[in-house]
T-cell receptor
Framework: KAGVTQTPRYLIKTRGQQVTLSCSPI?????VSWYQQTPGQGLQFLFE???????NKGNFPGRFSGRQFSNSRSEMNVSTLELGDSALYLC???????????????FGPGTRLLVL | AQSVTQLGSHVSVSEGALVLLRCNYS??????LFWYVQYPNQGLQLLLK??????LVKGINGFEAEFKKSETSFHLTKPSAHMSDAAEYFC???????????FGSGTRLQVQP
């Protein structure tokens, strides 16, 4: 079974631009979560989508948004990029049952975003 | 609120020596606990997880961890380090009903020949 895939793997943008990152979960997985990893703040939860609905959101400004499609693929968008948005953005998928039974999250390789 | 503390941002061991990576958690409800490993330029790979079954959890690559409620700890161990174990290790916690993971700051393991 193919793992979680993320595109693109590397991205360079300038301040003020916007960016869209894509995540394809493992086949059959319905939940997709996004995390930001930086040297200073470590790994931080951004948001989680299940059945095309945002179920959970971390403590990030509204410039960070996401969505999930009917095939469970997910995108996240960052508008008006700032230098501090430079990070590795990780996507994780899990089977996820409606009642929130804990399922293992499987991570993709990440998209490394550099904002100049 | 939940949190994770990993003691020691860098740990260095000799090949063949015991590996001990420390993790303490704070959670208002019985938590789920995880250890992930990250190799350079890669995502996170699950080593093992605790979900309220056996307190001693065995994972991949010879790693294991013991859940100790009285000490709020979930330390990761491996009896004999291998060069390929050099990587960054993250302890994470989540609460039942919430899939969001809260991660510790990570411990970089160096294995000396």
């Amino acid at each position: 079974k193919a793992g979680v895939t993320q595109t693109p793997r590397y991205l360079i943008k300038t301040r003020g631009q916007q960016v869209t990152l894509s995540c394809s979960p493992i086949s059959g997985h319905r939940s997709v979560s996004w995390y930001q990893q930086t040297p200073g703040q470590g790994l931080q939860f951004l948001f989680e989508y299940f059945s095309e609905t945002q179920r959970n959101k971390g403590n990030f400004p509204g410039r960070f948004s996401g969505r999930q499609f009917s095939n469970s693929r997910s995108e996240m968008n960052v508008s008006t990029l700032e230098l501090g948005d430079s990070a590795l953005y990780l996507c994780a998928s899990s089977l996820a049952f409606e009642r929130g039974r804990q399922e293992t999250q499987y991570f993709g390789p990440g998209t490394r975003l550099l904002v100049l | 609120a939940q949190s994770v503390t990993q003691l020691g941002s860098h740990v260095s061991v000799s090949e063949g020596a015991l590996v001990l990576l420390r993790c303490n958690y704070s959670s208002s409800v019985p938590p789920y606990l995880f250890w992930y490993v990250q190799y350079p330029n890669q995502g996170l790979q699950l080593l093992l997880k605790y979900t309220s079954a056996a307190t001693l959890v065995k994972g991949i690559n010879g790693f294991e961890a013991e859940f100790k409620k009285s000490e709020t700890s979930f330390h990761l161990t491996k009896p004999s380090a291998h060069m390929s174990d050099a990587a960054e290790y993250f302890c994470a916690v989540s609460n039942p009903g919430r899939r969001a993971l809260t991660f510790g700051s990570g411990t970089r393991l160096q294995v000396q020949p």
